[in-house]
């Protein structure tokens, strides 16, 4: 049974930087990729990182800002964020998707963890 709890949101300044956790069954780990999404209140969801394997993807919006880990021994999945700015401000998802891409559907996620980012 897959099952992934996001942890590690909260309030936070422009500039970050949090770093978002995401515990994840062995299921989910060993066989699916692990993405993260977020959703603003009014806005559509928005892919924004993936890993499977050695292989990390970021989407734009992000990219050279937030950074995808993972500790296969832990069974955690972490999205390291740095300088954040107001329009990061949104629940962040952990989720499974068959292969990494802002194209695929998302298969499961956990309850979510809010980032308010506030000057």
């Known amino acids: 049974q897959v099952q992934l709890a996001e942890s590690g949101g909260g309030s936070v300044r422009p500039g970050g930087p949090p770093r978002l956790s995401c515990a994840a069954s062995?299921?989910?780990?060993?066989?699916?990729?692990i993405a993260w999404f977020r959703q603003a209140p009014g806005k559509e969801r928005e892919w924004v990182s993936c890993?499977?394997?050695?292989?990390?993807y970021t989407g734009d919006s992000v990219r050279g800002r937030f950074a995808i880990s993972r500790d296969m021994r832990k069974r955690m999945v972490y999205l390291q964020m740095n300088n954040l700015n107001l329009e990061d401000t949104a629940t962040y998802y952990c989720?499974?998707?068959?292969?990494?891409?802002?194209?695929?559907?998302?298969?499961?996620w956990g309850q979510g963890t809010q980032v308010n980012v506030s000057s």
């Open positions: 989720a499974t998707q068959n292969q990494c891409s802002d194209s695929n559907p998302f298969l499961a």
């Open positions: 062995a299921s989910a780990l060993d066989y699916y990729a």
């Open positions: 890993i499977r394997g050695a292989f990390t």
